[in-house]
């Protein structure tokens, strides 16, 4: 039989709505390299009876068990005491864990605070697992195929302790199909869409069995192809990879772990361009997403956060009366700021935005729009850049009676600026910023080309 | 005995790695607020006998079921097959609801896809529950004190069905104890520390019970008082909050939920000063928080992301000998940076920082700090504002020897600019950029006082 995992996540703040359990995802994640899967995760509060009973319950399920959180120096960090109920034994204090965890606070000029000591208990039969990033060590206990191991639940000490010391243990011991999961990902068209554009190639039963996650205007086609060797799973993922390429076309931006901004910086890269932003509405989010990226610095050159109107005047160049006849949000404003802000920067491409995330503004329209379809992102095109060079077209609209969700981006290159309208309809801030960025960065890439 | 409720959250993209639930987190934060605890969260994959046997399960422990996702239109969306095979029933078409999705698409000007129909399927015994933004309809049970209620996994979409029509029904039903959460958000300690400075507050059978959780730099203490009725618990928790309030001072930022750049935001308005920002290694990070901030263009007003030494110099006046002399990341350039951005913008403030935030950069020194405690990260304060004066107290190191993880953080005011150093070792980027970011809002929330 085929190893696999159960994840038990420990902390009453995983139950009340304090902290989004990030950890139990990663693990997950880590876990299918080496074609360990997960059947489940659970989230319980710190109490020890309630530690126990998970294990036991996870223990008749899955060979593995890992554990997250609980491990502190705080009364309520239980999961020594679960885990030795389980095992119905003590524990048992080790002077040369205490002794590393006054080195770790001796190395910031600190004596170790008397609650720290509790984390030089291990139950009885376990051993530590080495922490060399904060003061929790982590416990690990096998007893033939079973294995339990506790992690710290502070994401990157457990990341560490995962990768470095856990996750090699572990491949020696699987023995099941490889599974390689590669993962497309897509924007500018809907989940049903797509989905109706791959027909039979979404059966449950296929193999590789393809799954679709939507992340607001990101929609990532999973592709899980399972064999007995690696190489051939490889080559049957790698085979669906190539046969989806041919059906979405360029509704793929990348693939994997890539995000948008990657691929953009990736183009700019190639083509030794670089790229200006001028935000007004994203107020950085679009830079921040670019210099997510190490090695940003390389085509990222100058970024404007104008979320005055001063500061489109003063910094981009934007003429006053153009804000004054059309509004801050407006068409015409927004290829001003593209236009101000490439020139200034002297950079080949500019991205500028404006638009109203909300929550104030007007309500001149309560048209939605799904968030996930370009197209529908579209649907006033008729005012989008085609017609922009028209001086007439749009009425002197007040930007207070502009609705909720109005958002127009703009690219400027060496052959002028491209705008685009986009009405997000009445959503929350947050959703207009990102699919804001999003289309933006969209936009860009399109712009980019192969 | 008290209702209390369990969550299954379903998704094949929850077991591998693909999405983090942030769904199961939301809904126990809202249950907590008509006093229904949640036991347990589980995730498991797109089957229908796992969601079948997750429904027995939790069951058999909680009167109050909770689902989210799966009942999206592709095949592999089998929520409603699950919870039909837990019920013992068929699914049955309903004319109604196909013609509520056709709706929804003709709003946007496309014809329903076929796929979509399934979704008009509801197990017998169970009603719809009406998704305005989606197509995906809820589906509710309910038979003596036992509910199950599905709801899609879009977390916009679920929330609005939560909140909408879900919670009104369980505000009904509960007859428990009152729970009352506050939360104390806390910076410029550790974990240890805080829970030393707590001392007894925190033991685990005391009422309010008092935990605590740390994200990043930010430690928030939760505070959870129990009581037959609101008011008694409420006044509980206010004691506590008083108290801690007297035991903590100034570390603490803000309540509940509070972000740092909210607590800056309002101090900014009630003074009715004005913010400028310019960020070289945040990348528009600072400006993104400050502008999570609905209102925000109240008082911030300029944004710069001068990501070149050129942007550097030609937006911020910062002189081009200074960043030759001391290089890019150095006080001396963070301080020209703050104060040329608060000159240019005519603003009150002006943060700016400059950093190493990796990979790439030398490794001049591999000191640690937690980056959970201001102090730790002062550790070479002999270099930080008060010698910053001093034209000679830095060498002329080039910036590419300075480690991976050194910042500089300054605040200009009318007086000058402060300027301090810290030093995030070897962490990744977005632990860097991210810590430079808190730490950037809390020494202007220090700054502007109380």
């Known amino acids: 039989m085929q190893n696999n995992a159960a994840i038990i996540s420990i902390g ?44 036991e319950y996870a223990s008749a399920k899955a060979d593995i068990i890992l554990i997250t959180g609980g491990l502190g120096p705080t009364d309520d960090d239980l999961t020594r005491n679960g885990i030795a109920e389980f095992l119905n034994v003590e524990l048992e204090y ?12 001796a190395a910031r000029n600190y004596l170790m605070p008397e609650k720290n000591k509790v984390q030089a208990y291990l139950p009885a039969g376990t051993i530590e697992i080495e922490n060399n990033l904060g003061t929790a060590p982590g416990i ?16 990157f000490e457990m990341k560490q302790m995962f990768d470095g010391i856990i996750l090699p243990k572990l491949k020696e011991i699987s023995d099941g199909d490889f599974l390689v999961v590669r993962k497309i990902r897509c924007i500018g068209a809907g989940e049903s869409t797509i989905a109706e554009m791959l027909g039979d190639l979404m059966n449950r039963d296929r193999n590789p069995l393809i799954n679709c996650t939507v992340d607001y205007g990101i929609i990532t086609l999973h592709i899980v192809a399972k064999a007995k060797d690696k190489k051939t799973a490889e080559t049957m993922a790698q085979k669906d990879v190539d046969k989806l390429r041919g059906i979405l076309g360029n509704l793929i931006y990348g693939f994997d772990e890539q995000t948008l901004a990657e691929v953009v910086g990736q183009k700019l890269l190639g083509g030794k361009k670089t790229l200006a932003l001028a935000e007004s509405c994203t107020g950085g989010l679009i830079a921040k997403m670019i210099t997510d990226v190490a090695g940003s610095s390389r085509y990222f050159t100058y970024g404007w956060v104008t979320y005055s109107n001063e ?12 804000i004054e006849q059309f509004g801050a949000v407006s068409g015409e404003v927004s290829q001003a700021m593209a236009a101000g802000a490439r020139k200034k920067a002297g950079s080949d491409y500019a991205i500028a935005v404006t638009g109203i995330a909300g929550p104030d503004g007007g309500s001149l329209s309560r048209t939605f729009c799904t968030g996930q379809d370009t197209k529908d992102s579209h649907f006033n095109k008729d ?4 017609s ?36 997000f309809g009445h959503r929350n801030r947050d959703f207009i910023r990102l699919r804001t960025c999003q289309n933006a960065l969209n936009l860009l890439r399109l712009k980019l080309g192969d």
């Open 12 to 55: 009453n703040e995983l139950l009340n709505g304090h902290t989004v359990n990030t950890n139990s995802n990663w693990l997950c994640g880590r876990l299918l390299t080496v074609s360990i899967p997960v059947i489940y995760n659970c989230d319980i509060g710190d109490d020890i009876e309630e530690i126990k009973n998970a294990i």
């Open 94 to 105: 080790h002077p040369e864990i205490e002794e590393k965890i006054k080195k770790f606070f």
């Open 140 to 155: 690990f206990y096998k007893s033939g195929k079973k294995i339990i191991a506790a992690m710290p639940g502070v994401p």
């Open 311 to 322: 500061a489109k005047i003063s910094e981009l160049g934007v003429e006053k009366s153009l």
């Open 383 to 386: 005012i989008s850049k085609e």
């Open 388 to 423: 922009l060079r028209q001086d007439d077209m749009l009425q002197k609209v007040r930007d207070e009676k502009k609705p909720v969700g109005l958002v127009y981006i703009s690219i400027a290159d060496e052959k002028g600026v491209d705008t685009e309208q986009f009405l």
